[in-house]
């Protein structure tokens, strides 16, 4: 039997970077074939080329074993391949059905929309994805990402995909998403629909997968049966070296505390909050998205000021009332989307890394170029920071690189307390171990850190003490040593909590 | 695309390409391209009295045009400059007909700027209310409350000490004076002072700038008073051209400022820009004015009004050409 979907030898070249270079991969009715890399491998480019946005420029591509060249998407999808996007691609003020049926909505008999059929089929579509509780006429809009996840899936359906690309599926998901997407991928793998699954989470690989395929610098590396191959040797092939450690913990004796929180209110996503950090500790954050995890973060650093509380920064009652006070006091915060809230993006890697300390670098009126120079050119060499040179618009950074403008950014104040949201997402496993080093270090000196993190490998592999949120409230703490993934989930989720956890993401 | 990205990190930096990216550089190379086209047809184009007329001529325009650059690249749009220039313009020749020493006429004038930029400032940076629904809203009110005012009367007899804009020192009229002076030190102020860094920071992300302990708020409202002192003095050397001033509001001026600063590289999307392009956008456009007639089409001078044209040409050019850069960006 031919394969469903088989590239030989693609190759793809754009004006000076060759994007993938001779490239084969294939995937069967009924298979889950991951496709793993670090950011700009060439991952994004292949499903581009599958999924006839892009054409190759060399090489064969062959469906049910007849060769195919695709000059649009729409032939792709005519033949039955269908992708599902990072960014979804829902229209947010139609209905779900509408949704399902756009561009190809059934007609009556006088050739008027249909709208009875098309809110029928749409509701078995839902219904085969177990998601009976999703009313069919609501505005997509109002769905949570999960859900609209699920109209996304149920269009591909509607159109009779057979090959279904997934990409990063579960990157803006919460934990109760996550299991519901992977019984959806189960059961469209028993119906015999093939599938390509993108995702820089490791573990959904080996839980998911049958077989893997690592792509490294527009290379084709290897194809093997998940069942075959071991974490580390995943890593090493998408790295190209070893990565001894992705979560390089130090020991640390934690010192005098730094944080003091009692009973900290900020209506409606912080409510009674109290805990406090010492130096040189790093304390995890979990909790599902919508818990109010970085509500909490940001009250603390003043950019949401707290209604009612107390927090007090080494012993002395402190009042933070704007980000600027929080900065006087120590305290420094790396927000989750650090394209929105991290960078100035028309800014260089100069320009951005002294930006939390410019007025501390004045010397008479004007700004001491002479030291933010230096003040950069240390940041590049202490983080490693992969750039041409210190007067590179940041915007042309990768993201591992771009998050370390951020960090490095607030490294130049000399915080205390230093705040992380997020701190890995989105970012590839070699760059994720050097964030990791770098936590580990800078808690080695002194400093406290409050990391949130959705990433629960992540928080069990870093933190020495680990806090869970859920509907606003701090519901569990464990040690380094008590904490397990199912411990956190458990705390993380309990009945009753999905009106919190349904929160729609803007 | 990261791929792209990287291609464009490893690529040689073409010269040619680097010149085109800065707009000032473009600008000065459509300036002597005018310029030399211009002359070519009638050599009495390049004069000195002409090329000092020129600069003279656009100095009221560049003046405002820095505080416009400083607006817009906090990302916030000011439309009502034409009306308080009128305001302004009409209070230093009221203030003066009515034997106010001179300097102090000048001071006043400039603090009345600087007040209405403060109002537009506090309605944009504290209520929050966009600055275009602001300054339009301004725009209107300074301009039916002058005419309520004064009914349109035209002012005369301003004392001779007054006429500030039709002396010159060693050789140099005096607009030409203050407005290279006033974009030096701007020009000094935007790039080389941490308040400067802050209006880009500002325009280029609010959000990360508010996260990184920058008083958003309060950059806002400065740049507006400063843009509103700026207009000020701009309306001093508006007013002190002629020996007349009309108390009404001179059509197209926010459009003429607009034009300047972005055909001079501010990009109406916020986070970049100098004061130095606009000031050669304000050369550019009254150069350009100023060749019309020179140019003879059929044995008649161009007509007065292709300048509108032309103007409207030039700022949807330059806006395309932002945005065109900024997808090659992407």
Redesign the interface.
């Known amino acids: 039997m031919p394969a469903l979907l088989e590239l030989k030898a693609i190759s793809k070249t754009?004006?000076?970077?060759r994007?993938l270079d001779n490239v084969s991969f294939d995937v069967n009715p009924g298979e889950v074939h991951a496709l793993l890399g670090e950011?700009?491998a060439?991952k994004?480019?292949l499903i581009k080329i599958i999924s006839g946005v892009y054409r190759p420029d060399g090489g064969e591509m062959l469906v049910d074993g007849q060769p195919v060249q695709f000059t649009n998407p729409g032939q792709a999808q005519a033949i039955g391949i269908a992708t599902i996007y990072q960014e979804l691609g829902l229209y947010p003020e139609l209905t779900v059905a509408e949704n399902i049926f756009m561009g190809h909505m059934p007609r009556t008999a006088l050739g008027s929309l249909d709208w009875k059929t098309a809110q029928a089929r749409s509701r078995e579509l839902l219904d085969t994805l177990e998601a009976t509780e999703l009313d069919v006429r609501a505005r997509v809009g109002t769905l949570n990402v999960g859900n609209r996840q699920r109209v996304e899936i149920a269009k591909a359906l509607s159109r009779n995909a057979r090959l279904l690309i997934l990409d990063e599926p579960t990157a803006a998901l919460t934990s109760r998403d996550v299991d519901q997407l992977f019984n959806i991928v189960r059961k469209l793998r028993e119906r015999g629909v093939g599938l390509i699954y993108i995702s820089h989470r490791l573990e959904e690989v080996f839980e998911l997968a049958d077989r893997v395929t690592v792509l490294r610098d527009?290379q084709y590396i290897s194809t093997r049966p998940v069942s075959e191959v071991t974490e580390p040797e995943l890593i090493r092939a998408m790295v190209g070296r070893t990565l001894d450690n992705l979560y390089p913990k130090l020991d640390t004796t934690p010192g005098e505390v730094v944080l003091r929180v009692r009973d900290l209110h900020r209506r409606p996503a912080t409510r009674g909050v109290s805990f406090e950090m010492r130096a040189g500790e790093i304390v995890g954050l979990a909790g599902l998205v919508g818990s109010g995890r970085s509500e909490m973060a940001q009250v603390l650093?003043g950019?949401l000021p707290a209604d009612s509380g107390t927090i007090e920064v080494f012993g002395k009652p402190a009042s933070i009332k704007?980000?600027?006070d929080?900065?006087r006091l120590g305290i420094a915060?790396i927000?989750e989307d650090r394209q929105?809230?991290?960078?100035?993006?028309?800014?260089t890697v100069r320009?951005n890394s002294s930006?939390?300390v410019?007025?501390q670098?004045?010397r008479g009126?004007?700004?001491d170029?002479g030291g933010e120079v230096s003040l950069a050119h240390s940041s590049v060499k202490q983080l490693d920071i992969r750039t041409?040179g210190i007067e590179?618009?940041v915007?042309?950074?990768?993201?591992g690189n771009q998050q370390k403008i951020v960090i490095a950014?607030w490294l130049a104040s000399k915080p205390k307390f230093l705040i992380v949201d997020e701190p890995t997402r989105g970012i590839d496993v070699g760059a994720k171990a050097e964030i990791h080093r770098l936590l580990s270090s800078l808690a080695a000196q002194g400093l406290a850190i409050l990391m949130i993190s959705s990433d629960l490998p992540e928080v069990l592999g870093m933190s020495d003490r680990i806090l869970v949120m859920r509907q606003g409230r701090l519901v569990a703490e464990y040690s380094r040593a008590e904490a397990t993934q199912e411990k956190i989930v458990g705390a993380a989720m309990t009945e009753g909590v999905s009106a919190v956890a349904e929160v729609p993401t803007p | 695309m990261s791929t792209l990205t990287v291609s464009r990190q490893l690529r040689a930096p073409n010269p040619f390409l680097i010149l085109l990216n800065s707009q000032e550089a473009v600008l000065v190379i459509a300036l002597v391209v005018v310029t030399l086209f211009v002359t070519a047809l009638n050599p009495r184009f390049l004069e000195f009295g002409n090329i000092s007329d020129i600069l003279s001529n656009c100095a009221y325009v560049a003046v405002a045009a820095i505080g416009t650059t400083m607006v817009i690249v906090s990302g916030n749009i000011d439309i009502s400059m034409g009306s308080a220039l009128g305001v302004c313009a009409t209070i230093a020749g009221t203030l003066s007909v009515n034997n106010v020493p001179i300097p102090l006429v000048f001071l006043l004038t400039v603090l009345a700027g600087g007040l209405i930029g403060l109002a537009n400032g506090f309605l944009v940076a504290y209520l929050r209310i966009p600055a275009i629904v602001v300054t339009l809203g301004m725009s209107s009110i300074l301009k039916g409350g002058l005419i309520i005012a004064t009914q349109g009367k035209w002012i005369y007899n301003m004392p001779p000490g007054f006429a500030l804009s039709q002396g010159n020192l060693a050789g140099i009229p005096n607009p030409v004076w203050i407005m290279f002076i006033l974009i030096a030190g701007f020009w000094l102020y935007l790039r080389y002072t941490a308040q400067g860094r802050e209006v880009y920071a500002v325009g280029g992300n609010t959000e990360a700038a508010r996260l990184s302990g920058i008083n958003t708020r309060r950059v806002i409202l400065r740049v507006f008073i400063l843009n509103g002192l700026l207009v000020g003095v701009a309306s001093i050397l508006f007013a002190t051209k002629f020996s007349s001033i009309q108390s009404n509001v001179p059509s197209g001026y926010e459009l003429l400022v607009i034009t300047s600063a972005v055909i001079g590289g501010v990009s109406i999307l916020g986070g970049t820009g100098s004061v130095i392009g606009a000031l050669l956008g304000a050369i550019f456009l009254e150069t350009t004015r100023t060749s019309l007639p020179f140019i003879q089409i059929g044995g008649q001078p161009v007509r007065a009004e292709w300048f509108q044209a032309i103007q409207g040409t030039l700022i949807l050019l330059a806006i395309l050409i932002d945005i065109a850069r900024r997808r090659r960006m992407r």
């Open positions: 754009f004006p000076g970077v994007a950011n700009g060439g994004s480019t527009g650093f950019f704007s980000p600027s929080a900065m915060y927000p929105r809230q991290g960078l100035i993006t028309p800014m320009e930006l939390a410019l007025r670098m004045v009126p004007f700004i170029r041409p590179q618009l915007r042309n950074l990768s993201g950014k």
